[in-house]
């Protein structure tokens, strides 16, 4: 692992623009899943609502993740893994560094990129944050698994790291670590947020693995998509959702896991010790996940993915993210006010006549799922050739072109 790379690229960075980031993010250890793999998932929100999906091969390790779509350097990766089934994704923290006048850099991403270019294990992850001059001028809580089975969040302040470990039961007693906004080894009050919506995704997380159903689809059907609020104990698609259609019905929209500055969704599917690491999926909503479709991505593949997830110089952005932004204004249509952004027009993702954006988009959804499960347990069973996924990358890609066209007259 390059170490001085590492370190020297930061320093970098330490006058980059720190912006604020709101995220619900979690590591499932193995032992808790459907299938025995370890998950990481990341549901973004960020001022930075433009995303696309890039591959690298210029580290240690090749890699492929969520970039943001200006980002034209490919300088950051927000939710990403690499060739060795490594992986690693952040939450924003604001309860670390309170009060100690440090400057923060904002440069998680860049740090996550190293990391997948030179890492491996979560003991390489660990030796670079070691390696780290303090103060970090970082604030994060950092999920990461690897091809080992590893699985753990590491809270990091300027001082250094706290490490809490998913397979441990003394840790994790179900094994999931949930973080949202703030870190567990902070200063819990004010300063820090995503406090119910840390509670929603327990909840939600509890159920699933006590009824040994938490997988990657739970997770971005059940729980990037949930309107269920967990203080107020109310669903906005139960509440609204049956009401006819083009019947504008407005929610007061806030500390919902969705956010209307959620960006994308991706859950890494990891490899169970001993497995091909190239087994490893990331299971990716581009876009805003109401509005978007999830399709999985495989290394092994390289830069041959979806043309949709892709940054299309026209646009400037994603195919796929650029539709999803274009139906989210219709869940958002108030135009005046300082607080207009706060109410969702519930009627325009659910309605009882089943044509609401959410309800259009789910069968298509349901259908990429059902495909890419044959071509996983072809994979486990035998591996298979790189033309194979490359064959439903572009079933995938014509499909979900057809069905933006189709249900919402949107070209991709």
């Keep these: 692992m390059k170490k001085i790379l590492i370190i020297s690229i930061l320093f970098l960075f330490v006058f980059v623009s720190y912006h604020t980031n709101a995220c619900t993010t979690a590591v499932i250890s193995g032992k808790y899943t459907k299938d025995g793999r370890p998950l990481l998932w990341k549901n973004r929100d960020t001022w930075a609502v433009n995303n696309i999906i890039r591959y690298f091969d210029d580290g240690e390790y090749t890699c492929i993740g969520l970039v943001n779509s200006k980002d034209l350097k490919g300088k950051s990766i927000w939710i990403g893994y690499n060739e060795t089934g490594f992986a690693i994704m952040n939450s924003a923290s604001y309860n670390l560094n309170i009060g100690d006048g440090i400057k923060q850099t904002g440069a998680e991403g860049i740090l996550m990129k190293q990391a997948l270019q030179n890492c491996k294990t979560l003991e390489d992850f660990e030796a670079m944050l070691d390696s780290m001059p303090k103060p970090t001028r970082l604030e994060a809580n950092f999920g990461v698994i690897d091809g080992n089975g590893g699985a753990a969040y590491y809270e990091l302040s300027n001082r250094g790291y706290v490490k809490f470990d998913a ?133 092994k593949a390289k830069d041959n993915f979806p043309e949709i997830l892709k940054y299309n110089d026209k646009i400037k952005d994603s195919p796929i993210c650029n539709a999803a932004l274009t139906l989210k204004k219709q869940c958002f249509p108030i135009r005046w006010g300082k607080f207009e952004r706060k109410y969702l027009n519930v009627n325009a993702l659910a309605n009882s006549e089943n044509s609401g954006i959410t309800q259009r988009i789910r069968p298509y959804d349901d259908t990429v799922y059902k495909k890419a499960y044959k071509l996983i347990s072809e994979m486990q069973k035998n591996d298979i050739s790189k033309s194979k996924i490359e064959d439903y990358y572009s079933w995938v890609n014509t499909y979900i072109k057809t069905m933006y066209k189709k249900e919402f007259d949107l070209n991709l």
């Design 167 to 299: 397979n441990d039961p003394k840790v994790a007693p179900f094994g999931y670590i949930i973080r949202t906004n703030y870190s567990h080894t902070g200063k819990l009050g004010t300063e820090s947020s995503g406090y119910i919506r840390y509670n929603t995704a327990n909840e939600l997380f509890y159920n699933a693995v006590s009824t040994n159903t938490m997988d990657a689809q739970f997770i971005q059907q059940k729980v990037t998509r949930t309107l269920y609020h967990s203080l107020i104990k109310e669903d906005l698609f139960n509440k609204y959702g049956n009401r006819p259609a083009n019947t504008p019905t407005f929610a007061a929209f806030g500390d919902y896991i969705p956010r209307t500055g959620s960006s994308s969704s991706c859950v890494v599917q990891g490899v169970m010790k001993d497995e091909n690491p190239e087994h490893s999926v990331m299971w990716s909503v581009v876009g805003f996940p109401l509005a978007s479709v999830t399709i999985p991505i495989w290394i």
